[in-house]
């Protein structure tokens, strides 16, 4: 069933994980097994002294979005009471703010909004970059740039409709991407987050990602980046309607997507994967009712032919996320960095994300509003984050968007050991975000003896 030697050369580098093998891995290993082979993969990539974390920031620049993905609680109509669209003066506020906590990156995503031109995107990039030059603007996730496609309007190239850029003709489509990167790249646009990626699997992504960007576009995108130079992460979320191939064939096409850009020299590449199970709270999809694991009955999301197909939630909790990553890290052997994903899961979950393949914590909270907006809410400062890693026996490391280190964390000046008093800290957080009353709001706190070390 599960042959250790060959898993052996598997986490040694010597040989590959199959898709079958794969999910034989998912069906039949424990999840002891699992963690213990992807921590000895992660050690021989990035060594088992140091684990990383970014400080960046999330930017939400509109919440206007032509797509309607079901899982999703952050979009607005253009003409919704509570849509918005950042100007500069709030930008400035929050890239200062960034700046003054020490931060080298922003994540910088919005919906796919029907109207901005491109010179809207264009002026964005160059404003930033004149006024925070040491800021790595990691920026616009694949479904943008494919409705930058359909709307913006460029000489020589046709417009469509919004969310139907897979209307205009195949070359012409390619031909305008290629114009757009290159004039975003120019304006300042460093890098892409791997934002939309969800599910590939064509059966899965029409119903959940109404509007959005298709796998094939997805990952067009990507190439596009890599061509130019520009790195990207990947990502995947699961535990919705999707079946353990869907999730096993996504990985799949993000290796082979990695072994082209490699084959071919781009100097851009996939330097991360990260996956997270699906929040469900406001969503349209999260009022779907749970598979129930205990009826014996298979889920329906596993065969498509299913007259329950996409009408019942798989639903996953930390084992089934911890296993998920695991595996992504014996998998994907060609992608250098496994991210935890402390924002949905929580800290300490994130935290024994290290143990089973994560090698980045990825970074601190200033502030999120995507998956907040789905009901899951956690804040983690840079002490919080360090004090994570460093009490799970590693050095915690800050790095940049390539993953080189910045700041190694192991004198007396570490962001955690000059914290003395954790109650007030929380406390200071707390008023400093100005969250007091604020009930969604789940703040860390670290009581358990095994941590306070
Ligand atoms: S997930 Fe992104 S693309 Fe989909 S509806 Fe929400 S904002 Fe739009």
């Known amino acids: 069933m599960i042959d250790r030697q060959h898993l052996q050369h598997v986490v040694d580098g010597k040989a590959r994980l199959t898709s079958q093998e794969a999910l034989d891995l998912y069906h039949h290993a424990s999840l002891h097994d699992l963690g213990r082979w992807s921590t000895a993969m992660c050690n021989r990539i990035h060594g088992d002294t140091y684990r990383s974390y970014v400080i960046d920031r999330n930017v939400n620049y509109t919440n206007v979005c032509s797509a309607r993905c079901t899982f999703c609680a952050f979009r607005r109509d253009v003409d919704d009471h509570d849509a918005y669209t950042l100007g500069k003066d709030e930008l400035k506020d929050k890239f200062t703010e960034l700046v003054n906590?020490?931060?080298?990156?922003?994540?910088?995503?919005?919906?796919?909004?029907?109207?901005?031109?491109?010179?809207?995107?264009?002026?964005?990039?160059?404003?930033?970059?004149?006024?925070?030059?040491?800021?790595h603007l990691h920026a616009f996730s694949p479904p943008e740039f494919v409705e930058f496609v359909a709307v913006c309007e460029l000489d020589g190239f046709p417009t469509t409709a919004p969310g139907k850029s897979h209307e205009l003709p195949a070359e012409v489509w390619a031909a305008k991407l290629e114009v757009i990167m290159d004039r975003l790249q120019a304006a300042g646009l460093d890098t892409i987050p791997g934002g939309g990626g969800e599910i590939f699997a064509k059966p899965v992504r029409d119903r959940i990602g109404r509007g959005k960007a298709t796998a094939q576009q997805w990952l067009d995108v990507m190439k596009c980046a890599h061509r130019h130079g520009m790195n990207t992460s990947a990502t995947m979320m699961f535990g919705h309607i999707e079946s353990i191939a869907d999730r096993v064939d996504h990985m799949q096409q993000i290796r082979d997507a990695q072994d082209e850009a490699i084959a071919n020299n781009w100097a851009g590449k996939y330097t991360a994967f990260i996956s997270w199970p699906f929040q469900r709270e406001n969503t349209p999809m999260g009022r779907l009712p749970n598979w129930d694991r205990d009826s014996g009955?298979?889920?329906?999301?596993?065969?498509?032919?299913?007259?329950?197909?996409?009408?019942?939630?798989?639903?996953?909790?930390?084992?089934?996320?911890?296993?998920?990553?695991?595996?992504?890290?014996?998998?994907?052997?060609?992608?250098?960095?496994?991210?935890?994903?402390?924002?949905?899961?929580?800290?300490?979950?994130?935290?024994?994300?290290?143990?089973?393949?994560?090698?980045?914590?990825?970074?601190?909270?200033?502030?999120?509003?995507?998956?907040?907006?789905?009901?899951?809410?956690?804040?983690?400062?840079?002490?919080?984050?360090?004090?994570?890693?460093?009490?799970?026996?590693?050095?915690?490391?800050?790095?940049?968007?390539?993953?080189?280190?910045?700041?190694?964390?192991?004198?007396?000046?570490?962001?955690?050991?000059?914290?003395?008093?954790?109650?007030?800290?929380?406390?200071?957080q707390l008023h400093q975000h100005g969250h007091e009353d604020d009930e969604t709001l789940t703040q860390l706190t670290i009581t358990s003896p095994d941590l306070m070390s």
């Open 101 to 135: 906590l020490g931060g080298t990156q922003a994540l910088m995503q919005g919906g796919m909004h029907p109207d901005l031109p491109l010179s809207f995107y264009e002026d964005l990039l160059q404003w930033l970059k004149a006024e925070f030059p040491t800021i």
């Open 297 to 428: 009955l298979p889920f329906p999301g596993d065969d498509p032919n299913h007259p329950q197909y996409a009408k019942v939630l798989r639903m996953s909790g930390a084992t089934d996320y911890l296993r998920m990553q695991a595996i992504s890290r014996l998998f994907l052997d060609n992608v250098h960095s496994i991210g935890a994903s402390w924002v949905t899961m929580g800290p300490h979950i994130g935290q024994l994300g290290l143990f089973y393949g994560a090698n980045d914590m990825g970074s601190v909270m200033i502030e999120e509003n995507v998956v907040s907006a789905a009901g899951t809410t956690y804040c983690l400062d840079e002490a919080l984050l360090c004090r994570l890693i460093r009490s799970s026996g590693f050095t915690p490391a800050q790095r940049a968007n390539d993953y080189s280190f910045l700041k190694i964390h192991d004198g007396e000046q570490s962001p955690d050991l000059m914290v003395d008093d954790w109650s007030k800290h929380r406390v200071e």
